[in-house]
Nanobody, 137 residues
């Protein structure tokens, strides 16, 4: 069983930044694991916005946040994954969730010349409770 705990959410104004953290109960650098960030706004479907492959560090970023959000792993704390949110917009307001896929559940796809973790919603077998991000004018 993998435990995931998100933190770092909050309320910011348009153009502001936040860094979300996901603390996992296992190493996120495991060669058999993927980590991801999803978000869900009220009335909308959950969206996979960033993934990182524990095997090779390959990152996927959704077009909706590309150039503004970055996913990374903490090299010193190999159980923490971050999501840096820059240039936040009102439409970024949502609950943000951390997810993990371990073992056979993880799915890879060829992306930007490397094997990245699929952001498909059914690729993930562990979820955190979420952290709220609210962006206002």
């Amino acid at each position: 069983q993998v435990q995931l705990v998100e933190s770092g959410g909050g309320s910011v104004q348009v153009g502001g930044s936040l860094r979300l953290s996901c603390a996992a109960s296992v190493s996120t650098f495991d060669t058999n694991s993927c980590m991801a960030w999803f978000r869900q706004a009220p009335g909308k479907e959950r969206e996979g916005i960033a993934t990182i492959n524990g095997d090779n560090g390959s990152a996927f970023i959704a077009d909706s946040v590309k150039g503004r959000f970055t996913i990374s792993q903490d090299n010193a704390k190999n159980t923490v994954v971050y999501l840096q949110l820059n240039s936040l917009q009102v439409e970024d307001t949502a609950m943000y969730y951390c997810a993990a896929a371990v073992g056979k559940r993880r799915r890879l796809f060829w992306y930007a010349l490397s094997w990245a973790c699929s952001p498909a919603d059914d690729s993930w077998n562990y979820w955190g409770q979420g952290t709220q991000v609210t962006v206002s004018e």
